[in-house]
Nanobody, 127 residues
Framework: QVQLEESGGGLVQPGGSLRLSCAASGFGLDYYSIGWFRQAPGKEREGVSCISKTDGSTFYADSVRGRFTISRDSAKNTVYLQMNSLKPEDTAVYYC????????????????????WGQGTQVTVSS
């Protein structure tokens, strides 16, 4: 059974950092493009960052570019989202998704197709 599990969320002050993890079981993450998405109360889901299965190319939403970094650890079958310089507007539930599509921009902008999703982890940025 394919499963994704996010972890690493929590409460952090503005300007702080968190590292989210997306761990897979039942399949190898290297065979999939992985995306991080977030949804704040009352807002639509937003693609934050995606990493391609083919060449490791990445995509970042304008709102997080320069502050967030997505990476893979194949040995641990885990994808990370390092979040620095966090802002209150980053507050949301963060989800990871795995999809067979290779192009990361449409994956992040339009949403993944035929994807497996994790249950989400809450990130709250507040003083």
């Amino acid at each position: 059974q394919v499963q994704l599990e996010e972890s690493g969320g929590g409460l952090v002050q503005p300007g702080g950092s968190l590292r989210l993890s997306c761990a897979a079981s039942g399949f190898g993450l290297d065979y999939y493009s992985i995306g991080w998405f977030r949804q704040a109360p009352g807002k639509e889901r937003e693609g934050v960052s995606c990493i391609s299965k083919t060449d490791g190319s990445t995509f970042y939403a304008d709102s997080v570019r320069g502050r967030f970094t997505i990476s893979r650890d194949s040995a641990k079958n885990t994808v990370y989202l390092q979040m620095n310089s966090l802002k209150p507007e980053d507050t949301a539930v963060y989800y990871c998704a795995a999809a067979a599509m290779a192009s990361v921009q449409p994956m992040c902008v339009l949403g993944p197709t035929f994807a497996s999703w994790g249950q989400g982890t809450q990130v709250t940025v507040s003083s």
